[in-house]
């Protein structure tokens, strides 16, 4: 069935692969991102420019929405964990908060956030390699603003899904994808931004994955 599905970080490169397929599904897509124009997201999307961290830019983005999924990254100077953080260390606590109440007098529930293996109780089933990466390099900022993101999804009562996937790279396709509460992956488990956007779209309609943190890997 036909969703208006609203892309939170939708110019961003997850966001942007999620944009891509759910419009190749039939779906009608919103991309809400600071930059947003025809030129920076997929064919047939409707950009929305503004900042997820501004309420009315919220209200405005998410009217009629059928589905709302979040792929904000906090950024960095560069691809590296060590790189200085350039975006606010609240980013995605700060956008959660003003979706919540946003969505308080609507009638979408359905919600999608793609967080990360290692984020919350999935930091002790990822290898020990990674969690030291987190720990001394300055990933740790968005991992502790993720937590705190997802921690205030999981108390409301929407039709959350929390995607926790290892690391992302785009060189890598086809893989088969599964999903799990208490999946274990290595330092260096990765999948490809273009199947965890698959992955994502397959689940937007299917309540088995309802109320669900799920660890995401290649089988």
């Not at 589905?67 to 200085?84: E, N, Q, T, Y």
């Not at 953080?85 to 979706?99: A, E, N, Q, T």
Request: hydrophobic residues 40%; proline residues 3%; charged residues 25%.
């Amino acid at each position: 069935m036909k969703k208006r599905i609203v892309v939170l970080g939708g110019t961003g490169r997850i966001g942007n692969k999620i944009s891509e397929i759910a419009i190749k599904r039939g779906h009608e897509v919103v991309c809400l991102g600071r930059s947003a124009s025809v030129e920076n997201t997929p064919l047939g999307a409707i950009p929305f420019k503004g900042n997820v961290t501004d309420i009315n830019t919220i209200l405005e983005a998410i009217k009629r929405a059928d589905v709302i999924i979040l792929a904000l990254s906090i950024p960095r100077k560069s691809k590296s964990p060590f790189a200085s953080v350039i975006g606010p260390l609240d980013l995605h606590s700060s956008s959660m908060r003003l979706l919540l109440n946003a969505l308080e007098n609507t009638d979408t529930k359905r919600i999608i956030k793609i967080s990360a293996q290692g984020v919350g109780d999935s930091r002790n089933r990822t290898g020990i390699l990674f969690r030291i990466l987190i720990n001394i390099s300055n990933l740790r900022f968005a991992f502790k603003d993720h937590e705190r993101a997802d921690n205030m999804l999981k108390k409301s009562d929407l039709d959350w899904t929390i995607i926790r996937p290892p690391i992302l790279k785009d060189d890598i396709l086809n893989q088969k994808i599964r999903g799990g509460e208490s999946l274990v992956t290595r330092s260096n488990t990765s999948i490809s931004r273009t199947d965890l956007a698959e992955w994502t779209v397959d689940i937007v309609d299917n309540s088995e994955w309802f109320r669900r943190c799920i660890t995401v890997s290649v089988e």
